[in-house]
Each structure stands twice: as structure tokens, then as C-alpha cells.
């Protein structure tokens, strides 16, 4: 019974409800969902336990089966135990979950954010392990007193299932529960949470490779033959620690490139002019000052209130350019795409994502217009970094 736990804390915008994806209720306000590929291995763990069930409970016939299912239904039951406890972890320092989500290899839980302290991750982290193996005790406490048969047997399984998920996601390596604590621990000591990512996604690497050995270890070591089933669960488990340790190398990757995103190199120079200035005296004053932005100023305040896109000006014929006053072309600035121009990093990407727009306004500490922020200069900068 291999079932992992991970829990995403990426903070990534992903759909609220992938396809095939049914959601069976809440638990203290978190969605919970089961994806249908549960519904495949359900039935594998039925059939594969049918043979065990024979002979603890002779006699059953077909509905063998229906405790197969009643069994996998309780194994995944607390598989969400272990889940809701990182929900309810991440709540209790105030992250907003979205979701725990049953899938085939176990449960994800979707966190909003990232942990902002070594402390917090590891409580996140360390409270599933700690509650399957708290299920795995329970469960085996109640196995000591039942009498011999059907629920014996399943309270005995529970038990030896709940601590293997308990003992393998405490395995330091990323996706897995373990290598957040291992990335808390490392983040903690020296102070660096982006090396402390390398070091537990590295760990996810390396666990993935001894996956994949894993069926030669049992002929090696315990001296059965491995059967095509262990040859698959091993690839599938290696596949899935290895893309997934991948891809928490690639946002240090982001990350990293992050910082040299400054809002106030990537800005284009900007002339402010009326909003009843005519276009076409507006893009004289650009030229003149080799400015690559217009910001239109509100008749008011003085304020910005839009910004003329080049598309805009291109789009109108020389003739009538005369004739038509920027503010009738100024695409109308939204609350969010006035920006100070010292931003800079991941607060730069992040007010950029609240606000999504083609063009931004950078305006100094006192209110002045320093430039125009391009949303693709800023996408260039970042692929050249
Ligand atoms: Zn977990």
C-alpha cells in the first residue's frame, strides 16, 4: 500500500476544480476532492486484498469485494486525516486552503502562499506524518482487543498502512512531507530558504532513484522475485518524486532570477501631457524628449489617468492625428496599474498579477510620473536574466 501525501504550497493561480475531479464535501471551510482516478485503485486494492479477505473470513462470495472497497474507502479516509491536519495546521497561522484532494497515489493539500518562517513550514509539514502515525497506534490499539476475523484484519491493515505513510513521507526529499521538514531544518540553520529548497528537492531526486531500485532491493535483500506490480509502483513513484523535486528546482530558478527585475530600469520614459492635448503635438513631445511612453494626466488633479499604447497611435491615421485629443485614445488606467517605481523582484510580479494590464504607470514616492512599465519589457527582461 504506497500512498504519498504532498502538499503544494507553490502558491501558483491553477483552476479551482481540475477535470475529473468530483467534490465530496467541506471540512472546516476546505473543499475536499476526490479525483477519479481513486476510483481505478479502489477497485485495485479490492481485487488485490479479495484473496486475504477469503481467508480471514471465509464464506463471503462476491462481496469479498464490497470489503475490499469499504477497506480502500477507510484507508483513504484517513489519508484525509492526514491531510485535513496540514490543512488545519496552515489555517491556525492564517494561510487560506483551498482544497484536499484525494488523487491515486494518496492526497495533496492546496495551501495559499508560501510558508513565510522555517517554523511554520515545519509544523505544516511534520503534523501529516505525525497524524498517520498517530492513526497507525490508534488503529492497532483497537486491532489488540478485537477478536479474530474481518475486523481484525482491517483494523491490523490500517494500522500497518497508516505507518507506512506515516515512516515514507517523513523521507527527506521534496514532494514529500519530509523534505519540507528537511527544507525547514536547512532553512532554519542557515537562514537561506532558496538553498534549503535545492538541498530537499535534491533529496526528492535521490529518493526517486532508490524507487526505482526498489524492486531490485527485494530480490537482493529480502530474496523474493519482484513482481511486475512491484516494477510499476516503483517507475510510477520515481517518476512522480522525480518531476515533481524538478519542479520545485525550477522556481529556485525563478526565484533567483527574480531579484534583478527593477521596475525603474525596465521603465520607458514617459512625457505626461493634458488629457485635451492633440495626438498628434502629444507624439511630437515623445520624440523630442525620446520618450517611449505618453501618460495622460487627469484636467482635475493633475494625476495619471491613462496611458496611450503604441498600438493605439499606430492604429490612428497621420491625418486625423491632429484631431483627436490623447485622453480619446488613452487607455483608461485601472486602480493597481499605478506602480512606485522602486518595486522591484517578486513585490513586482506579484502587483503586476493583481492588476494585469499591457501598460503600467511608475510614479515616484511624491506623486510624480517617473516612466511607463511595459508588461512585455518586463516579460523580456526576465526570459534574458
Ligand atoms: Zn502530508
Avoid: C
Amino acid at each position: 500500500m504506497d500512498v504519498v501525501s504532498t502538499s503544494r504550497r507553490d502558491g501558483d493561480h491553477r483552476p479551482e476544480r481540475p477535470p475529473g475531479t468530483l467534490r465530496i464535501g467541506q471540512i472546516a471551510g476546505v473543499d475536499v476532492l476526490v479525483r477519479a482516478s481513486w476510483f481505478i485503485v479502489a477497485a485495485l486494492i479490492a481485487i488485490m486484498l479479495a484473496p486475504r479477505i477469503n481467508l480471514v473470513a471465509p464464506g463471503l462470495g462476491g462481496l469479498v469485494y464490497v470489503a475490499g472497497v469499504a477497506f480502500a474507502i477507510l484507508l483513504y479516509l484517513s489519508v484525509l486525516l492526514h491531510e485535513i491536519s496540514h490543512a488545519l495546521m496552515a489555517k491556525s497561522f492564517g494561510f487560506e486552503v483551498r482544497s484536499v484532494t484525494l488523487h491515486f497515489l494518496g492526497g495533496v493539500t492546496e495551501i495559499e502562499g508560501e510558508s513565510d518562517t522555517a517554523w511554520r513550514e515545519f509544523w505544516i509539514s511534520v503534523v501529516g506524518p505525525i497524524t498517520s502515525l498517530a492513526v497507525a497506534a490508534a488503529a492497532w490499539g483497537v486491532a489488540l482487543v478485537t477478536p479474530p476475523g474481518l475486523l481484525l484484519f482491517a483494523f491490523e491493515a490500517l494500522a500497518y498502512a497508516n505507518l507506512v505513510v506515516g515512516v515514507l513521507n517523513l523521507l527527506p526529499g521534496l514532494p514529500l512531507d519530509g523534505g519540507h521538514v528537511l527544507r525547514a531544518l536547512v532553512w532554519g540553520v542557515t537562514g537561506n530558504a532558496l538553498r534549503a529548497t535545492v538541498v530537499a528537492a535534491w533529496g526528492g531526486r535521490v529518493l526517486a532513484v532508490l524507487a526505482l531500485s526498489y524492486p531490485y532491493l527485494i530480490s537482493a535483500v529480502w530474496g523474493q522475485r519482484a513482481t511486475l506490480y512491484d516494477y510499476a509502483i516503483a517507475l510510477i513513484i520515481a517518476f512522480f518524486l522525480w518531476t515533481a523535486a524538478s519542479a520545485s528546482l525550477a522556481t529556485v530558478k525563478v526565484r533567483r532570477k527574480l531579484p534583478s527585475l527593477q521596475a525603474r530600469g525596465l521603465a520607458r520614459r514617459a512625457v505626461s501631457v493634458p488629457e485635451d492635448l492633440p495626438l498628434a503635438e502629444a507624439v511630437r513631445r515623445a520624440r523630442e524628449e525620446h520618450a517611449g511612453g505618453i501618460v495622460v494626466l487627469d484636467r482635475r488633479d493633475g494625476s495619471p489617468s491613462g496611458v496611450v499604447e503604441e498600438a493605439a497611435v499606430a492604429a490612428t491615421p497621420q491625418e486625423r492625428q491632429p484631431w483627436v485629443s490623447v485622453g480619446s485614445l488613452a487607455r483608461h488606467l485601472d486602480e493597481g496599474n499605478t506602480l512606485q517605481v522602486g518595486l522591484a523582484g517578486e513585490d513586482l510580479v506579484r502587483a503586476m498579477q493583481d492588476s494585469p494590464a499591457p501598460a503600467y504607470v511608475l510614479i515616484e514616492p511624491d506623486g510624480s510620473v517617473y516612466g511607463v512599465l511595459d508588461a512585455t519589457d518586463v516579460d523580456r527582461a526576465f526570459a534574458e536574466a
